[in-house]
């Protein structure tokens, strides 16, 4: 167990211990690998209220492309959030997912879109490859990328999931859909040599494919007690507003730049 020490004056540690939990967590309850078929999500049990976890028992992800909740609003271009139960929002009510909080962000700050909830609790890299067909049929102009992390955790081969994250990226980009990369960690107990490269990897991705990056997507958010769930893996309604600006703020260059459109013409809300 982590002491005080190491939590005050390192918080980096602490989060590297955390997330080792998420090993067991995650292979022990959610079954990450996308060919395992649980009878239900974990995060429906947990959270039966919520309706911003999909649960893969009822939308399995070859037969997802139909499903009406996919999009609520038809006039609006289309942001789709795109990832694994931290993109879901595991634990929380909707509204409080880190999808939801971008879009009531973006609003305030007159850009006018729709930000889909597309997270899979337990998803990798293999598993979006099967669902980037379902993705492009949201009409997105924007797909916020947050795979991998489940891979990492199993130790499976990282050229696979690099190649898995560079089909997918391939796929949107062809598509004309601007992609958006989110970094993540594994805690360290996998090697310094694994650690280290599943971490560059995403470094890698953005440069060969010229996508912004979000270096790490839980920045300010890993290993803070007050912003994640008792878990102590899932952040909280308030880690996930955190989230959500650790992403706007990678996302606004690319709406004031003319990356994607539109902004409002009478917001009283000024970007920064």
Not at 202 to 223: D, H, M, N, S
Request: aromatic content about 8%; some cysteine; glycine content about 10%.
């Amino acid at each position: 167990m982590v002491n005080d020490r190491v939590e005050k004056h390192n918080p980096a540690i602490m989060y590297t211990y955390i997330l080792s939990g998420l090993v067991l967590f995650c292979l022990g309850i959610w079954g990450c690998d996308p060919q395992d078929s649980p009878p239900q999500d974990v995060s429906e049990s947990l959270n039966p209220s919520s309706d911003s976890v999909v649960s893969r028992a009822q939308f399995p992800v070859d037969q997802a492309s139909s499903e009406p909740w996919m999009r609520k609003n038809e006039t609006l271009p289309k942001i789709v959030a795109f990832g694994n139960s931290l993109t879901a929002g595991f634990g929380v009510s909707s509204d409080e997912s880190y999808p939801a909080q971008l879009e009531k962000l973006l609003h305030e700050r007159g850009f006018h879109y729709e930000v889909v909830n597309a997270g899979v609790s337990g998803e990798t890299s293999a598993g979006g490859v099967r669902r980037v067909e379902w993705i492009l049929k949201n009409r997105p102009s924007v797909v916020i990328l947050e795979l991998g992390v489940n891979d990492g955790l199993r130790g499976l081969p990282l050229q696979q999931t690099y190649i898995n994250l560079h089909s997918i990226i391939d796929r949107l980009q062809n598509e004309g859909v601007v992609v958006i990369l989110a970094g993540m960690r594994i805690p360290p107990n996998y090697g310094e040599a694994y650690t280290g490269e599943f971490f560059e990897m995403y470094k890698r991705l953005a440069q060969e494919l010229t996508l912004p990056l979000i270096p790490f997507f839980l920045e300010g958010v890993a290993a803070q007690p007050g912003l994640n769930q008792a878990d102590g893996i899932h952040p909280t309604g308030e880690g996930y507003t955190l989230v959500a600006q650790n992403v706007f703020r990678t996302l606004e260059p690319l709406l004031k730049t003319g990356g994607s459109h539109t902004k409002a013409k009478d917001s009283s809300h000024p970007s920064h």
